[in-house]
C-alpha cells in the first residue's frame, strides 16, 4: 500500500480483498476523489470546477480542517458531494498504535456528525498515506465503514512531480470503475490547478461519467 504505483497493481487489490480499490463498472464510470481538505480556496476552487462541469465528486476530509473550516465543509455537503473521515490529524496507521489511531478516528467521526445531522451518505474511510494495519482497519469496518482505497494515484501531491506529469498519470491510467484521488491541500494546489479541469475534460471526451463512492 506504499505510494510506489501510479495505477494500483492487480496483486496488491488481491492482498487485501476487504478494501475497496475501484468499482466492477462496465459503463465508464469513474469516481473523483479528494484528499485531506477541507481548507479555504483550494477546496473552494475544485468545487467550483465540479459544479461548472456538473460532476459529483467523494470528498475524505480531515477532523482537523472540518472544525477550522465548517462552511466549506457544509458546502460539500450542500452541494451533493459525498464525505468520508481521512482521521483528525492525517495519522499514519504504520506509525501509530491501534489505539491511539482508533481515537483519532472516532474524533474525526464525532465531527463529521456535529455538522451532518441530515447528511445520508455512506460510511467510508480512507486511511492517509493508505497506511493503516489489520487490526485497525478490522475495528473501523466493525463500525459499518468502508475502507476506500484507490486505483489510479495522480501525485499531485509530489512537489517533484509536473503539473502535466499529473494529468498524464490520470488519464493514461483510468479504467471503467476506477477511484482516483487528487488532493485538496496547499501542496496540490499548483497540480491539481492544472491537471483536474483538463483531466475531467479529456475523460468527458473519452466517454465516462463521474459519480459519488457508493
Given at each position: 500500500?506504499?505510494?510506489?504505483?501510479?495505477?494500483?497493481?492487480?496483486?496488491?487489490?488481491?492482498?487485501?480483498?476487504?478494501?475497496?480499490?475501484?468499482?466492477?463498472?462496465?459503463?465508464?464510470?469513474?469516481?473523483?476523489?479528494?484528499?485531506?481538505?477541507?481548507?479555504?480556496?483550494?477546496?473552494?476552487?475544485?468545487?467550483?470546477?465540479?459544479?461548472?462541469?456538473?460532476?459529483?465528486?467523494?470528498?475524505?476530509?480531515?477532523?482537523?480542517?472540518?472544525?477550522?473550516?465548517?462552511?466549506?465543509?457544509?458546502?460539500?455537503?450542500?452541494?451533493?458531494?459525498?464525505?468520508?473521515?481521512?482521521?483528525?490529524?492525517?495519522?499514519?496507521?504504520?506509525?501509530?498504535?491501534?489505539?491511539?489511531?482508533?481515537?483519532?478516528?472516532?474524533?474525526?467521526?464525532?465531527?463529521?456528525?456535529?455538522?451532518?445531522?441530515?447528511?445520508?451518505?455512506?460510511?467510508?474511510?480512507?486511511?492517509?498515506?493508505?497506511?493503516?494495519?489489520?487490526?485497525?482497519?478490522?475495528?473501523?469496518?466493525?463500525?459499518?465503514?468502508?475502507?476506500?482505497?484507490?486505483?489510479?494515484?495522480?501525485?499531485d501531491f509530489n512537489p517533484k512531480m509536473?503539473?502535466?506529469?499529473?494529468?498524464t498519470n490520470v488519464v493514461k491510467n483510468?479504467?471503467?470503475?476506477?477511484?482516483?484521488?487528487?488532493h485538496d491541500s496547499l501542496k496540490a494546489?499548483?497540480?491539481?490547478?492544472?491537471?483536474?479541469?483538463?483531466?475531467?475534460?479529456?475523460?468527458?471526451?473519452?466517454?465516462?461519467?463521474?459519480?459519488?463512492?457508493?
Open positions: 500500500m506504499n505510494n510506489f504505483w501510479i495505477k494500483t497493481p492487480f496483486f496488491i487489490k488481491w492482498l487485501f480483498p476487504k478494501y475497496v480499490w475501484s468499482a466492477k463498472d462496465q459503463n465508464k464510470t469513474i469516481y473523483l476523489t479528494f484528499d485531506d481538505g477541507p481548507i479555504p480556496e483550494v477546496t473552494e476552487w475544485i468545487l467550483d470546477i465540479l459544479k461548472k462541469e456538473k460532476i459529483k465528486a467523494t470528498f475524505f476530509c480531515i477532523g482537523e480542517n472540518i472544525e477550522k473550516h465548517p462552511n466549506i465543509f457544509e458546502r460539500v455537503i450542500d452541494e451533493g458531494h459525498t464525505i468520508g473521515n481521512h482521521t483528525f490529524n492525517h495519522l499514519n496507521g504504520w506509525k501509530t498504535t491501534s489505539e491511539a489511531y482508533i481515537e483519532n478516528f472516532n474524533a474525526c467521526h464525532s465531527t463529521i456528525q456535529k455538522y451532518t445531522s441530515n447528511y445520508k451518505g455512506p460510511k467510508l474511510f480512507r486511511p492517509p498515506y493508505g497506511k493503516i494495519t489489520k487490526t485497525q482497519a478490522n475495528r473501523i469496518m466493525q463500525q459499518g465503514y468502508k475502507i476506500i482505497m484507490w486505483d489510479v494515484l495522480s501525485y509536473s503539473p502535466e506529469k499529473c494529468l483510468i479504467t471503467c470503475g476506477s477511484i482516483i484521488v487528487f494546489e499548483k497540480n491539481i490547478k492544472f491537471a483536474l479541469p483538463k483531466a475531467i475534460s479529456l475523460l468527458k471526451e473519452k466517454g465516462f461519467q463521474f459519480e459519488t463512492i457508493f
